[in-house]
């Protein structure tokens, strides 16, 4: 009997573990990652995978309008090659949105406007002064206890950029 038991044990662990790496290929197509898995209707996988991104999309630019707003029409475009190229990040839409800008940032995509907001972002996260440069125009932030963050421009940015 022992050996049966010993035996149970060890297909059931074989079984938990081909289970996992059918989810994780399952994960990894619905996030745009990988090609369906075997014995998956492709386009069932893919439309599903389709309103995921559209989902994520939606939570970002709800999360930070500002950013949507100052990239218009490139928004959706931009959003979804971030998406295939970063997975989700902990700590919901917000983290999201600010990856994407940070993301988009680098390439140097990121319109006046929404990198302001970013530079405000990025001083409420972190150090409590901070200076930064956007298209002739240098921005200067200070996070001050019991007055928050204050942030003057200089130069000439042609956007208007909305206070809080």
């Known amino acids: 009997m022992k050996r049966s038991d010993d035996e149970g044990r060890a297909a059931g662990e074989a079984g938990r573990e081909r289970l996992a ?7 990894a197509a619905l996030a745009g990652s990988a ?58 839409s917000a983290a999201d949105a600010r990856a994407f800008a940070t993301w988009i940032d680098r390439r140097g995509e990121l319109p006046p406007t929404a990198w302001f ?21 240098v921005a200067i932030g200070v996070r001050l206890p019991f007055a928050g963050v204050r942030c003057w421009k200089i130069g000439s940015v042609r956007d208007t950029i909305p206070t809080r």
Not at 21 to 26: G, S, V
Not at 53 to 81: I, N, T, V
Not at 120 to 130: I, K, T
């Open 21 to 27: 790496l059918e989810q994780a290929a399952l994960v």
């Open 35 to 92: 090609p369906p898995p075997a014995g998956f209707d492709s386009a069932r996988t893919e439309a599903a995978a389709a309103g995921l991104r559209h989902k994520r999309r939606e939570s970002a630019a709800r999360a930070w309008p500002g950013l949507s707003e100052a990239l218009g029409g490139r928004y959706a475009a931009a959003f979804d090659a971030y998406a295939a190229d970063v997975p989700l990040p902990p700590g919901g």
């Open 117 to 137: 907001e970013l530079f405000r972002d990025r001083l409420r996260q972190g150090w409590p002064a901070r200076a930064g440069r956007c298209q002739g125009t």
